[in-house]
């Protein structure tokens, strides 16, 4: 069977979210989305709060601060430690029995990592689609670098508040209904990752002025 997961979502436990899961769940569903990944920022607290009849395929997941950018582990239940090296993480990710996303990848607006580190890690896949990153930023040559080098494509939203939500998602073919089988498409690179509409600007630019100023400052 054909789902559509969206693979970055934040709920109300990132500290810049305002989605709580059971408003994710309610628009996943208005969306036509088959599920979706918390992907809390450096905690997994909301996993305590995945109900266990949604309807929808939840991955419990976490995008992690390392050294060089953030991080996604799929599939990990405890928290890693953040500000590791982005390999270090990585490693820890699979120890975990984790799978291993790269999310907005070289976004010079966003904690991201280069090619260098991508390559360092060899992730499980890389998001190219992420409907927070302006389609100004979309460089149709960072998509076809990833597709070069190998890896899986995903999408996610990256969604903070919850119209955000399934304005990027993966599509794959799966055998059942399950993280599990998530995983497995995505290691198989069996995957289509879609971006419906980006985020409004208006959305987004908050964060992308506040990503400006801390530059600045480190200047």
């Known amino acids: 069977m054909r789902i559509k997961i969206d693979l970055h979502v934040h709920t109300v436990y990132s500290?810049?979210?305002?989605?709580?899961?059971?408003?994710?769940?309610?628009?996943?569903?208005?969306?036509?989305?088959?599920?979706?990944?918390?992907?809390?920022?450096?905690t997994t607290e909301a996993h305590k709060k995945i109900p266990k009849n949604s309807g929808l395929i939840i991955i419990p997941g976490i995008e992690i601060t390392t050294r060089e950018g953030h991080l996604i582990g799929l599939g990990v239940s405890e928290p890693i430690k953040p500000g590791l090296s982005a390999l270090e993480t990585a490693e820890k990710i699979r120890e975990a029995g984790g799978i291993v996303i790269v999310p907005h990848p070289m976004n010079p607006l966003k904690n991201s990592l280069g090619i260098d580190a991508i390559r360092e890690i060899n992730p499980d896949g890389v998001e190219t689609?992420?409907?927070?990153?302006?389609?100004?930023?979309?460089?149709?040559?960072?998509?076809d670098?990833?597709?070069?080098?190998g890896y899986t494509k995903t999408g996610g939203s990256d969604a903070h508040i919850p119209?955000?939500?399934?304005?990027?998602?993966?599509?794959?073919?799966?055998?059942?209904?399950?993280?599990?089988?998530v995983f497995r498409s995505i290691k198989?690179?069996?995957t289509i990752p879609v971006k419906e509409e980006e985020t409004s600007l208006k959305e987004v630019l908050p964060k992308i002025l506040l990503k400006i100023k801390?530059?600045?400052l480190r200047l």
Request: aromatic share 4%; charged share 35%; hydrophobic share 35%.
């Open 188 to 190: 198989r690179g069996k």
């Open 15 to 42: 500290r810049d979210s305002r989605i709580t899961i059971d408003k994710a769940i309610k628009v996943a569903k208005k969306v036509g989305l088959d599920g979706f990944a918390i992907t809390d920022h450096d």
């Open 214 to 216: 801390t530059k600045i």
């Open 163 to 181: 119209s955000s939500i399934g304005k990027a998602y993966t599509i794959m073919d799966v055998r059942g209904e399950n993280p599990e089988e």
């Open 129 to 143: 689609f992420n409907a927070s990153t302006p389609n100004i930023l979309h460089v149709k040559k960072i998509e």
């Open 145 to 149: 670098l990833i597709e070069e080098m």
